[in-house]
């Protein structure tokens, strides 16, 4: 499965490993393949390996042990200038004595191209980034967002299939950010390049990216579709990691099909999908998210378990309001409600039935 | 709140203007930093400003002919240094009281020694003579004795001379005596000199005068009880050589008449000879133009001479000319210093760039490790260090026994690189390397990886990615370091002297030879304030080319 999986890939990882001191794996038997045209995520906390993974695929570091494969050719042998994948840096790494225009040169200068193919293409990559007026100017006279694009028509300028880019938006303010997100993912479909993309942001790695993968531990935990691996998270560490979360503690008491029933340590039984636990008696982490949490028992299923919860804060957020409760002992157990008309504030102090739909409420791998 | 409606100033809280007040806060501020900065611009100026200018100054000075020999330079001009003849009686006379009183001072060899350095051989002439200055006197205070025994007292002359009226007189002597011996005249004397004495006998009040006020404030003796110089008595000789005196004395009536009268009348047996010709008669020389040319050339206060000898020119009475081949030697050690400076610039960047790249790249606490490496040398006196230059150069050295016995070099053959300027460039780099990886590391710490990556990700070969991305961004590095070695070799004095031998000296090692061997101060300070003036050109040029604003010391 692994071998035809490659064989139609753009970009594969076979059974890479990476080791700097000979003592840690960093990177522990990835296997990872790209399809062409996809825009892919690598998402995880810093030390989880996924920058790693990026440079070896640059070709800044060197497998420790594995393939990797561009196009069906092994290019572990290939050093990164022969490599033609354009690359965005973290900090844009734009070379502070060129101008822009120069800046955007460079690759086709080394790629030895004429001058007026030269000057058509920089002018073209400027437009595309909408900083056409700008090729006259120094790196240091832009402003973040404006070398952001410039960074990115240097990635581009070549022509490159395959784009890599390091937390590019990591220096900008939020709202530019939000910005260069949907200007970078519009740019990559335009063009139907292959993008490899790393961050440690998730809200991100959802709104940008084809496929996520998730990295912990120099492993992939996880690799889907955002809203699979939002909805559906396969273990508790990407339940946790994407996306806001409560986590119960407890253990399975049955498994009938699609639902398990769960007994929490204080008593309560609650209904569950059971995803990786298999046996009766196993330990289980439970997971909801805030936002499929019901208090309103009309709003329920019939039959639904539901259980009892005390209401700590309340705090208004505008869009949305978002309460803070304890359940079966856990103080943070967070509920979020849209703020409609009709909607119900909660008092701190107050008693209520909570509940959830049996298939939002995953039975995890306890840690 | 604001009172937007209010024209005109824009006052404080207080009602005082606002700029007012705001300069006034200043004002304490910029105080207070000046305040701060006080001892360390003393210390500069006293040390450093001060010196230099004194050196500047000392380039063109040239006080010391007509200081200590006023009368002689003031003669001097009426003679034409082209006439072929030595110049007339009245010159020696005057050089005759101007030397005796230079040698009262020992000022006399001194300018000996000044005119020396334009011409050799002035000087032992001048302390030749200056030994002879007594006898000469001698002569005429022997036979004034002989005609009158009261000319032997020191009251006779005190009273002879003695008066009032010539306070201008005086205290134009005394400016002339401070200058010659350099220290102040000022003082009560004892004396005053007599307006009528100094009508009748000029010669001999001006050098009684002298006499008087060196006794009193230099030798701090009552000039009445002191036996005056035997420069008095040839004064009194001098001025009976005059007929009109002679026929003045004959109408005489004040003190000392008899004896005056009496010198009169046996005026045939005082000493007839000219001073030229006793100066010949010292020393034969004092009749060759030459010595007279030089004197006149180098007699006005200020000089090009000193600035013209250090490009290898000299002073005429034609005009500027170049000296002889064989004396040209500064022109060859300013460019010999340039361009072996250059080559050690260029040795120091090629060495110690790789050094500082590597120390840049490596894990903080290795590059530390090697840092002290780098660093050692510093620690060690640059004297040591030189000296082992010295011990592993020379052709019994280490690196030639090595090379020997590698068999790279024949027995015969060994390579001479001590003495030359071989061995100056191999011992100057090793010694200035550490300013050039200093500012080097200090700039390529700050260049990030990430360009070099991104220039490979971009499609460059390493070497195009040095080239293109490092390099430049390094150059400011290059740029601090290459002025501070520049400069610093350009006035380096010690290892060219230790391991330089004749092909290896630099220009400041004649500037030292100078200074403490044959004192031509004037000479050293010129060929210092061309130095000066020199890094100051490279200085604007680099400035015009490069741009100050490149160099970087770190960050």
């Not at chain 1, 003592?23 to 810093?46: A, C, H, Q, R, Y």
């Not at chain 2, 008595?233 to 009536?253: H, M």
């Given at each position: ?61 060197t497998a420790t042990h594995g393939k990797i494969l561009l196009d069906g050719v092994s290019i572990n042998n290939i050093p990164p200038h022969k490599r033609g994948i354009g690359m965005v840096f973290q900090n844009y790494a734009l070379f502070p004595h060129m101008t822009v225009a120069e800046n955007l040169s460079f690759p086709l200068e ?258 | ?50 010196p230099i200018v004194s050196m500047l100054f000392r380039s063109v000075e040239n006080q010391i002919v007509s200081h200590t020999l006023p009368q002689t330079v003031e003669a001097l001009q009426e003679w034409d240094p082209n006439s072929g003849e030595p110049p007339d009686e009245a010159v020696y006379q005057a050089l005759f009281f101007d ?457």
């Open positions: 499965m692994l071998d035809s999986q490659s064989s139609d890939a753009f970009v594969a990882f076979e059974r890479v490993q990476k080791s700097y001191d000979g003592e840690i794996l960093v990177v522990k038997d990835l296997n990872l393949s790209i399809p062409k045209g996809e825009f892919l995520t690598m998402l995880g906390p810093s030390g989880s390996g996924k920058t790693t993974c990026l440079m070896m695929l640059a070709g800044f570091e080394v790629r030895k191209l004429g001058k007026s193919d030269r000057e058509a293409k920089v002018k073209r990559a400027l437009d595309m980034v909408q900083m056409g007026d700008f090729g006259g100017r120094r790196p240091a006279q832009l402003s973040g967002g404006q070398q952001q694009r410039i960074a990115l028509a240097r990635a581009l300028v070549f022509e490159p299939e395959l784009v890599l880019m390091d937390e590019p938006l990591g220096a900008l303010d939020k709202q530019l950010r939000e910005h260069m997100q949907f200007e970078i993912t519009n740019l990559a479909h335009d063009l139907g390049i292959t993008t490899v993309y790393v961050t440690h942001d998730q809200t991100e790695a959802l709104t940008m990216s084809d496929r996520v993968a998730v990295f912990d531990d120099g492993r992939i935990q996880q690799i889907d579709a955002p809203d699979v691996l939002y909805e559906s998270p396969k273990n508790s560490f990407v339940a946790q990691f994407i996306g806001e979360n409560n986590t119960l503690v407890g253990t399975v008491k049955e498994i009938k099909g699609e639902i398990a029933l769960v007994e929490l340590d204080d008593g309560e039984l609650i209904d569950c999908k059971p995803v990786n636990v298999s046996a009766v008696g196993d330990r289980t982490l439970v997971s909801i998210r805030p936002e499929r949490v019901e208090f309103d028992k009309n709003r329920l299923k019939k039959g639904t378990h539901t259980i009892k919860a005390e209401v700590l804060e309340f705090i208004y957020m505008g869009d949305i309001f978002r309460t803070r409760l304890r359940v079966a002992g856990n103080d943070n157990f967070v509920i979020k409600s849209r703020n409609a008309p009709d909607q119900v504030r909660l008092t701190p102090g107050e008693t209520i039935e909570i509940g959830w739909l049996p298939e939002d409420c995953r039975a995890l791998d306890a840690p | 709140m604001a009172d937007t409606t209010q024209s005109g100033p824009m006052l404080a809280a207080d009602g005082s203007p606002l700029k007012r007040s705001l300069s006034r806060t200043l004002r304490r501020q910029k105080l207070r930093a000046l305040l701060l900065i006080a001892p360390l611009l003393i210390f500069v100026l006293v040390t450093f400003i001060i030397m005796f009183k230079a040698a009262e001072a020992k000022r006399h060899t001194q300018v000996g020694n000044r005119l020396n350095y334009e011409q050799p051989g002035l000087s032992s002439m001048f302390r030749g003579t200056g030994r002879s200055l007594d006898d000469m006197g001698e002569e005429f205070e022997d036979a004034l004795v002989d005609i009158d025994p009261s000319f032997k007292t020191s009251e006779f002359w005190f009273e002879l001379l003695s008066g009032e009226g010539a306070d201008s007189f005086l205290k134009d002597r005394r400016a002339k005596l401070a200058a010659m011996a350099g220290e102040s005249m000022r003082g009560d004397i004892g004396f005053a000199p007599s307006a009528k004495a100094l009508e009748l006998l000029p010669a001999t009040t001006e050098a009684y005068t002298d006499f008087a006020i060196w006794t009193a404030i230099v030798e701090e003796d009552v000039v009445a009880e002191e036996r005056p110089w035997e420069a008095v008595y040839a004064g009194l000789g001098v001025d009976l050589r005059s007929a009109e005196v002679v026929q003045q004395i004959a109408s005489y009536d004040g003190p000392g008449a008899a004896a005056l009268k009496a010198a009169v009348a046996n005026i045939d047996q005082l000493p007839q000879e000219s001073f030229r010709d006793m100066f010949a008669e010292s020393d034969e020389d004092w009749l060759d133009t030459e010595g007279w040319r030089t004197m006149a050339l180098y007699s006005p206060d200020y000089t090009t001479g000193y600035f013209l000898n250090s490009v290898d020119l000299q002073k005429t009475i034609e005009g500027v000319e170049a000296r002889p081949e064989t004396q040209q030697i500064y022109i060859k050690l300013f460019i010999r210093t340039l361009y072996m400076s250059l080559i050690i610039t260029g040795a120091c960047i090629l060495l110690g760039y790789p050094v500082a790249w590597i120390l840049a790249n490596l894990p903080l606490r290795t590059a530390n490790v090697l840092m002290i490496l780098v660093l050692l040398p510093f620690w060690t006196s640059l004297l040591v260090r030189t000296s082992a230059w010295k011990v592993l150069l020379q052709q019994q050295g280490v690196i030639n026994e090595i090379l020997v016995w590698l068999g790279f070099v024949d027995d015969a053959n060994r390579l001479i690189i001590m003495n030359n300027a071989t061995g100056t460039i191999i011992a100057m780099t090793h010694i200035l390397l550490p300013f050039m990886i200093l500012p080097l590391y200090s700039v390529m710490k700050t260049i990030p990886p990430t360009y070099l990556r991104a220039a490979k990700s971009l499609g460059a070969t390493n070497w195009t990615a040095f080239w293109r991305v490092y390099f430049p961004q390094s150059v400011p590095g290059i740029g601090a370091g290459s002025i501070l070695v520049f400069i610093l070799s350009i006035g380096y004095y010690i290892t060219p002297e230790i391991v330089g031998g004749t092909d290896g000296v630099f220009i400041s090692n004649r500037i030292a030879y100078h200074i403490s061997s044959s004192l031509n101060w004037g000479l050293a300070a010129a060929l210092g304030t061309i130095l000066l003036l020199v890094v100051l050109a490279l200085y604007w040029c680099y400035d015009r080319i490069v741009g100050i604003d490149n160099v970087k010391l770190g960050g």
